[in-house]
C-alpha cells in the first residue's frame, strides 16, 4: 500500500503554522527603553558603538560588548567598522591599557581593526577610533561587523555569541 502525502499537506502546514504561532511569544525580544538602550536584552554579545563629538571637527566612536548573562571574556577580536564618507574621515585608533591592537583603512568606508589581551578583556572598550567630520554623525552613519572573537578562558571561538539579528546599539553613554 502506497501513502499519499499530498493528502496530508494541507494538515502539516496547518500544524507548522500553530506551532509558529504558540512560540511566538518565547522568541520575541523584550522591547526596548528608548531610555535605555540596553534594557530588555538577549543573552549573549551585543554590539555597542558609543558616539561622542568632540567639538564640530572630531568624532569619537567607541566600540563595546555589552555582555548579558554571559561571564565571556575575550582574548582577542578582529571587526570592521563601516562608516558614511559624506559625513566622516578616519584619522586612527586607540586601544585601551593591555590590548595589543592596530587598525587600517581597508578602502574609504571601512576600517578593520584587531586587538589581543593576555589577560582578557571584560567590561572596557575594544577600540576607540577618531573621525574627522564634516557633518554630524548619527546612528546611520556606522556599521560594525565582528569577524572574530576568541575567549580568554579557553580560546574558544565566542563569534556565535553575538547575538544573531540584534541591531547596532548605538548610543551616547558608555554601555556599563
Known amino acids: 500500500m ?4 499530498f493528502r496530508f499537506r494541507p494538515a502539516l502546514a496547518l500544524a507548522v503554522l500553530a506551532l509558529a504561532a504558540a512560540c511566538q511569544d518565547v522568541v520575541q525580544p523584550k522591547q526596548r527603553d528608548p531610555g535605555d538602550p ?3 536584552l538577549r543573552a549573549g554579545l551585543h554590539p555597542v558603538l558609543v558616539v561622542t563629538e568632540a567639538g564640530p571637527v572630531t568624532t569619537y566612536a567607541e566600540v563595546r560588548l555589552r555582555r548579558v548573562q554571559t561571564s565571556a571574556s575575550i582574548a582577542s577580536f578582529q571587526a570592521e567598522l563601516a562608516y558614511d564618507t559624506a559625513q566622516l574621515s578616519v584619522l586612527g585608533a586607540d586601544f585601551p591599557a593591555g ?3 592596530a ?3 581597508v578602502s574609504p568606508g571601512q576600517v ?3 586587538g589581543a589581551a593576555a589577560g582578557g578583556l571584560d567590561d572596557v572598550p575594544l ?3 577618531r573621525f574627522a567630520s564634516r ?3 548619527g546612528q546611520r552613519a556606522f556599521s560594525l561587523n565582528f569577524q572574530e572573537l576568541v575567549g580568554a ?3 574558544s571561538d565566542l563569534a556565535p555569541q553575538v547575538a544573531a539579528g540584534s541591531p547596532l546599539i548605538v548610543s551616547a553613554y558608555p554601555a556599563r
Open 112 to 114: 578593520r581593526f584587531a
Open 103 to 105: 587598525w587600517h583603512e
Open 153 to 155: 578562558n579557553d580560546f
Open 99 to 101: 590590548v595589543d591592537g
Open 127 to 129: 577600540a576607540t577610533l
Open 2 to 5: 502506497k501513502l499519499d502525502l
Open 135 to 137: 557633518k554630524s554623525a
Open 38 to 40: 540596553f534594557a530588555g
